[in-house]
């Protein structure tokens, strides 16, 4: 127990002192060209850098498949390199098919029991596993949003964890580390942030997060697998529907989830990432409820998504406001 305890204050002091030599280090770049430079604004960017190495190598001290490292360390460089220069989208999901590959050997087989065939219970695990790496790098668009979505998801799994009394296990291991790397990164990159994650953080921070909710399913704990990422699978999933519907390829740089549609109406954005902290601290709640009383948990369930779908509808429908726009 004091070992994980200290291993993730560990992971916040690195993921804390390794993003402001990140900040530091794209400082002494500003008087030239920075290949990290957002080209929305004078922001840095491939700050996820220094949290994806402290996940890296406190993972390793603490004994984890060395699989699941190795796929985070390929994300990470292929995901850097994109932060880069340009890389074909293809290329890109070529890359994320082959590290969710490597790690699904860790995973249980047939991941959803008895509810697909063997075949098509690895077909659909890869699916969703990439899916959800890049909802992350498309979701992360304003200030401290994905470091607060992170936060919520582990919080979350560590408390449900923790009452149910089986700590240590890997889903509690993952979860404090992730926490606190993300708490340190977190510290700079609140709005008005010194530096932004990139896709060196995204990607690779969706990929672990992921592992996590399916470690969940395996576990027994897919109640909250599906209630603690209600807001980032909702936004992400049905902006990206909105947009196949009009002929528009999402991974291509835009300003239509429904966080961006607050934003874009006027509110600033560390306004719009206490509505959806809000949202989560609920999201946590029912999360929590759903192992404690299984039998409701269709009910939680429910709620959280309506709970969802409220906010959304809440930010779609923003007054407009220019004066805090800072895209």
Known sequence: MIFYLILSFSAFFLSLLGTRVAILAARKRAGGIDPLANPRKS?????????VMTLIICLLIADI???IVLSLFLLAAVSLLGDIIEIPALVRIAVQIL????????????LFGDTFPLWADKVVTVALWVWFINVFNLMDGIDGITAMEVI????????IIAL?????????????????????FFWWNWYPAKILLGEVGSAPIGFL??????????????????????????????TFIRRSFRGKIDWETHREHYYQMAVRGGRRHDTVVRYIFGLNFLLILLATFSVLNRELAPIYIATAYMATFMVM???????????????
């Open 99 to 110: 590290a969710v590959l490597i790690a699904m050997s860790f995973l249980p087989s047939p």
């Open 209 to 238: 997060v992921g592992y996590m909710l399916f470690i969940a399913i395996a576990s027994g704990y897919a109640y909250p697998a599906l209630i603690l990422p209600a807001y980032y699978l909702s936004d992400a999933t049905v």
């Open 152 to 159: 919520c998801i582990a919080t979350g799994f560590s408390l």
């Open 313 to 327: 509808g809440f930010f779609a429908y923003t007054p407009h406001n220019p004066r805090h726009v800072t895209f």
């Open 43 to 51: 922001i840095p960017n491939g700050g996820g850098i220094a949290l």
């Open 164 to 184: 149910s009394g089986i700590f240590p296990n890997p889903l509690s291991v993952y979860s404090l580390i992730l926490m606190s790397g993300a708490c340190g």
């Open 65 to 67: 498949h060395y699989g």
